[in-house]
């Protein structure tokens, strides 16, 4: 996805011919929120993303992924990190799920 990710969203509205309240009645978020969303002044809840998927039948995991890949891009800009940090992240992740796999469970923790 080359847009941002509520762009992404305006577009799935718009195409569908779903006005802002029709949109947000279906996600069951207010239709001014829902504006700044797809404005990109205000970040999606990540727990609306399954309902997203069921609204425009799309499948939750690549949803899942456009969601957090933005996120995760507007982070390391806005703390200047350099690209370097997405290797660094690769290796935490294999790191982590190792870790998690030989004690049989995934255990993470919010903030």
């Not at 039948?57 to 703390?79: G, T």
């Amino acid at each position: 996805m080359q847009v941002a990710f509520g762009e992404y969203i305006r577009k799935l509205r718009t195409d569908n011919n779903l006005t802002l309240t029709q949109l947000g009645a279906k996600l069951n978020i207010d239709s001014g929120a829902l504006s700044k969303i797809e404005t990109g002044k205000k970040q999606l809840d990540e727990k609306v993303l399954p309902k997203l998927a069921k609204v425009f039948k799309l499948n939750l995991d690549m949803l899942k992924d456009e969601f957090f890949s933005e996120k995760i891009a507007y982070a390391i800009c806005k703390n200047k990190c350099s690209e370097n940090i997405l290797l660094l992240v690769e290796e935490k992740i294999k790191y982590i799920r190792i870790k998690n796999t030989k004690q049989g469970v995934l255990k993470f923790t919010d903030k």
